[in-house]
């Protein structure tokens, strides 16, 4: 469990902490103070005014029960939910106020005060190092808060470090985000204590679960699942807003479940390379760029899922089509012309060639887009009818501009071709015999490219 780098950091303190028969004593803490927390896969929340509470998100069959409700105790940062069945609240007291640490009853409501941290008055996150610590954040200051002794120990200091976001442990090193860049930077407790850039995820709030990450998905409100080794993110409610009632949020995790489907899944779809629409004419197959970066455990199918619109606004009921190897074909009667797909990767237990939409540790990707464009078309025609004059062609195109028309004159015996481009729907040209021939004047067109397709 131990972080190598930690472990050895964490030696060093005990050599000049003291001598030889110290080491045991705080080594057995530190110990404890990295062992993996009991989390799971329900996630607790906050939401402001209105109706300040604090609630439970099943992230599983997502449902919501609110646990405290009409809370009076003013605006809080941060909270944590202790094994005692108490809530902890990173907020604020005195006049004038600084940070503190407040205990709220979940029966009663009530809120009682255990402790404060200099001013001045902000305070950014909490995080529970084992069941009587808690590590806290003041924009650039990191303390340690003892709930036996309600008594705070100062760790160190990050100048200009503003954080003002989440506190979270993942592959059992310690990382702070800093909004609103969403950098998430590594703690090492030392000493020396110290600060070091992790990964950029621009999301937040977040909490760590089972080892897992989760917060808002890019973009949204909506409960998602981090990668933590790229930053992407996986919505897992997408009928949930974690802000629908409005005001503060903060995220913390449930220490009295540590059990569920979510704490053991390593299904990842993959990503593809950002690519802007793919445009293709008359129903060729589209080659999706998928990365081939999916990760399957081992009763999963990787598909993709063809989608009209957003995946999550009626999952899974909107999947059109699985297709089941990085091609998209048109599909008569399914797929139609001038309509904008998305395309998911979306890696979960296999069902015949297919997936198991409802499988709770499915994976799915950021979307790319794809539409089929129909073949354009051009209608030529003339309302000059002599023979021996110039005759001017009017030509009506269907399709996207512009247009690239390759059409034949024929007259006398003799054929010539010409090509011009038309910028809009419509447009003319003009076709004239050699000076005194008189008899048929034949224009055909031969070949035609608007800006997606290319027919001849």
Do not use: K
């Amino acid at each position: 469990m131990f972080n190598n780098a930690i472990f050895r950091t964490v030696v060093g303190l005990y050599r000049l902490a003291g001598p030889n028969r110290l080491l045991i004593g705080l080594h057995c803490f530190f110990s404890m103070l990295f062992t993996d927390r009991v989390d799971a896969q329900s996630i607790l929340h906050t939401i402001g005014s209105p109706p300040n509470e604090i609630g439970r998100l099943d992230l599983v069959n997502c449902t919501y029960t609110p646990l405290v409700t009409g809370l009076s105790v003013g605006n809080f940062v941060d909270f944590v939910l202790m094994p005692d069945g108490f809530f902890y609240l990173l907020g604020f007291s005195g006049n004038p106020p600084s940070p503190a640490i407040l205990r709220l009853d979940p029966v009663t409501g009530n809120t009682t005060v255990l402790g404060n941290f200099p001013p001045p008055a902000q305070a950014s996150a909490l995080f529970p190092l084992n069941d009587s610590t808690l590590l806290v954040h003041t924009p650039g200051n990191f303390y340690t808060f003892n709930l036996i002794t309600n008594t705070s120990t100062f760790v160190g200091a990050q100048p200009g470090f503003n954080g003002f976001g989440e506190i979270i442990e993942y592959n059992g090193q310690l990382l702070v985000s800093e909004n609103p860049s969403g950098d998430l930077y590594a703690i090492d407790l030392g000493p020396p204590f110290s600060l070091t850039f992790f990964l950029d995820v621009p999301v937040a709030p977040l909490v760590s679960v089972c080892n897992n990450v989760f917060g808002p998905s890019l973009g949204s409100d909506t409960p998602a699942e981090i990668n933590m080794a790229n930053g992407t993110t996986n919505t897992l409610c997408p009928d949930y807003f974690l802000s629908s009632s409005g005001g503060f949020l903060s995220l913390a995790s449930d220490p009295f479940n540590d059990t569920g489907p979510l704490c053991n899944c390593v299904s990842e779809s993959g990503t593809f390379q950002p690519t802007p629409t793919i445009n293709v004419c008359d129903g060729v197959p589209i080659a999706l760029p998928h990365n081939g970066d999916e990760t399957l455990d081992g009763d999963d199918n990787l598909i993709f899922a063809l989608v009209d619109g957003n995946i999550f606004t009626n999952y899974p009921g909107n999947v059109i089509y699985q297709y089941t190897t990085p091609f998209a074909t048109f599909i008569p009667g399914v797929t139609e012309y001038d309509v904008t797909y998305r395309v998911y990767a979306v890696a979960a237990n296999a069902l015949g060639s297919g997936v198991d939409f409802l499988d709770p540790c499915r994976e799915i990707s950021t979307p790319i887009a794809i539409r089929w464009r129909p073949s354009p078309t051009v209608a030529l025609s003339s309302s000059n009818n002599c023979t021996s004059d110039c005759v001017m062609i009017d030509a009506a195109f269907t399709g996207t501009p512009p247009f690239s028309l390759t059409y034949q004159v024929s007259v006398g015996g003799t054929t010539e071709s010409f090509t011009q481009t038309f910028s809009t729907q419509t447009g003319s040209f003009e076709v004239c015999p050699p000076p005194g021939f008189t008899g048929q004047l034949d224009v055909a067109a031969t070949a035609l490219d608007d800006a997606f397709c290319n027919c001849q």
